[in-house]
């Protein structure tokens, strides 16, 4: 089993930037794709960014030029620095983990509880 445990959310204005930050514990060896998805209420959930541990990486469209996705092998530790963020943005965001290689994460076998991200003035 792996555990992930997300931190970081919290409520900024727009244009602001957060930094989430998501640690993997337990049986880590089988992870090799870790990332986020988002989830606003009463839309679906979606891919927000993902990164293998050879550092491919993918992002949503409506994130590329604002957010970066990041990893420390070592620490086993993703990060996601969101920058430029809009009201839009505003969903809980959680942190999945794959045993495949692929950075759109669509399928995950591990997620995190979530961390709540609001974007208002």
């Known amino acids: 089993q792996v555990q992930l445990v997300e931190s970081g959310g919290g409520l900024v204005q727009p244009g602001g930037s957060l930094r989430l930050s998501c640690a993997a514990s337990?049986?880590?060896?089988?992870?090799?794709?870790m990332g986020w998805h988002r989830q606003a209420p009463g839309k679906q959930r979606e891919v927000v960014a993902g990164?293998?541990?050879?550092?491919?990486?993918n992002y949503a469209d409506s994130v590329k030029g604002r957010f970066t996705i990041s990893r420390d092998n070592a620490e086993n530790t993703v990060y996601l620095q969101m920058n430029n963020l809009k009201p839009e943005d505003s969903a809980v965001y959680y942190c999945?983990?794959?045993?495949?290689?692929?950075?759109?994460?669509?399928?995950?076998?591990?997620w995190g509880q979530g961390t709540q991200v609001t974007v208002s003035s």
């Open positions: 990164i293998t541990s050879r550092g491919r990486i």
């Open positions: 337990g049986s880590i060896v089988s992870i090799n794709t």
């Open positions: 999945v983990a794959a045993r495949g290689w692929d950075p759109r994460i669509y399928d995950y076998d591990y």
